[in-house]
């Protein structure tokens, strides 16, 4: 089974011209197609997910150097801080240093494979996403308020490294300014290597 998913992305026409050109590479899989945001055909793939019983009966072949070089063009960026300074409202910094990072990969012309901002105040927390263009955007949860905050950052967008783990610590410097004191726990940027599977089925057990 292939999965089409974020369909409300898409026009009618496109994801009809994506399913037609997926069936056409993959005529013995079963496509599907959901949506998160508007729940289309969510309870149809479930349900299908659930009941069928020929999983596993077929390899699939994989070609590293098509995965490998789809991740190549992605910077990657994992970080950890934490901020103490006065008492703010985590959510409203949270929607707008998502919202600041959005605008500023559009702005580039840099496509988002996933950004996710997390701000955790003790059990209380706020979650940032943007999957896309700047109107992928969304948020869940709520941290509160409170004069300290671990923010934790994970992003992977199509630019190198260097320039991704500038653009967040400026974007991050400047709704910082005077008002905390930041220490960084944790702050790594790469570009993936090419996969090396250790374990590969070469039969159908």
């Given at each position: 089974?292939i999965l089409?998913?974020?369909t409300?992305?898409?026009?009618?026409?496109?994801?009809?011209?994506?399913?037609?050109?997926?069936?056409?590479?993959?005529?013995?899989?079963?496509?599907r197609?959901?949506?998160v945001?508007?729940?289309?055909?969510?309870?149809e793939?479930?349900?299908?997910?659930?009941?069928r019983?020929?999983?596993?009966?077929?390899?699939?072949?994989?070609?590293?150097?098509i995965?490998?070089?789809?991740?190549?063009v992605?910077?990657?960026?994992?970080?950890?801080?934490?901020l103490k300074?006065?008492?703010?409202?985590?959510d409203?910094?949270?929607?707008?240093?998502v919202?600041?990072?959005?605008?500023?990969?559009?702005?580039?012309?840099?496509?988002v494979?996933h950004?996710?901002?997390?701000s955790?105040?003790?059990?209380?927390?706020?979650?940032?996403?943007?999957?896309?263009?700047s109107?992928?955007?969304?948020?869940?949860?709520?941290?509160?308020?409170?004069?300290?905050?671990?923010?934790?950052?994970?992003?992977?967008?199509?630019?190198?490294?260097?320039?991704?783990?500038?653009?967040?610590?400026?974007?991050?410097?400047?709704?910082?300014?005077?008002?905390?004191?930041p220490?960084?726990?944790?702050w790594?940027?790469?570009?993936?290597?090419?996969?090396?599977?250790?374990?590969?089925?070469?039969?159908?057990v």
């Amino acid at each position: 089974m292939i999965l089409i998913s974020k369909t409300d992305l898409l026009t009618t026409e496109e994801l009809e011209e994506l399913t037609r050109q997926t069936a056409a590479e993959y005529p013995s899989a079963t496509i599907r197609t959901i949506s998160v945001v508007d729940g289309t055909g969510i309870d149809e793939w479930l349900e299908e997910v659930c009941n069928r019983n020929d999983a596993g009966k077929r390899l699939v072949d994989m070609d590293y150097d098509i995965y490998a070089n789809g991740e190549a063009v992605l910077g990657w960026l994992n970080g950890t801080l934490h901020l103490k300074g006065e008492k703010t409202d985590w959510d409203t910094f949270t929607r707008q240093l998502v919202t600041n990072l959005a605008n500023k990969f559009d702005s580039e012309g840099y496509s988002v494979g996933h950004v996710k901002i997390i701000s955790e105040n003790g059990k209380q927390y706020i979650v940032g996403n943007i999957t896309g263009h700047s109107e992928t955007l969304s948020l869940r949860g709520s941290a509160g308020e409170s004069e300290e905050i671990r923010l934790i950052v994970n992003a992977r967008v199509e630019t190198s490294p260097e320039n991704l783990d500038q653009i967040v610590r400026e974007t991050i410097d400047q709704l910082i300014a005077d008002k905390y004191t930041p220490e960084i726990i944790a702050w790594r940027y790469l570009q993936p290597g090419r996969p090396q599977p250790t374990h590969r089925f070469t039969e159908v057990v």
